[in-house]
Nanobody, 116 residues
């Protein structure tokens, strides 16, 4: 089992920045990647960014050039640096960690609100 704990959400004005953190604990070696998803009210959960064990990153088109995903292996933590935030980035952001098997782990979510 893997536990994911997010932090760093909050309220920010448009154009501002936030950094989200996701700390993983438990069976870390069972994870093959980590990522961030978000879900806005009335919308489906969508991919924001992922990072593989080897450090390969992938971003949704709408956040490319503004968001950066990174990780600190020593701390078992993944970060999402969000710059130039827009009101449409407002959502609950979830940390995600798929395993090498069939399990997919999720954090509890952290609210990001961007005011115009």
């Amino acid at each position: 089992q893997v536990a994911l704990v997010e932090s760093g959400g909050g309220l920010v004005q448009a154009g501002g920045s936030l950094r989200l953190s996701c700390a993983a604990s438990g069976s870390i070696l069972s994870i093959n990647a980590m990522g961030w998803y978000r879900q806005a009210p009335g919308k489906q959960r969508e991919l924001v960014a992922t990072i593989s064990r080897g450090g390969i990153t992938n971003y949704a088109d709408g956040v490319k050039g503004r968001f950066t995903i990174s990780k600190d292996n020593a701390k078992n933590t993944v970060y999402l640096q969000m710059n130039s935030l827009k009101p449409e980035d407002t959502a609950v952001y979830y940390c995600n960690a798929p395993s090498w098997g069939t399990n997919v782990y999720w954090g509890q979510g952290t609210q990001v609100t961007v005011s115009s």
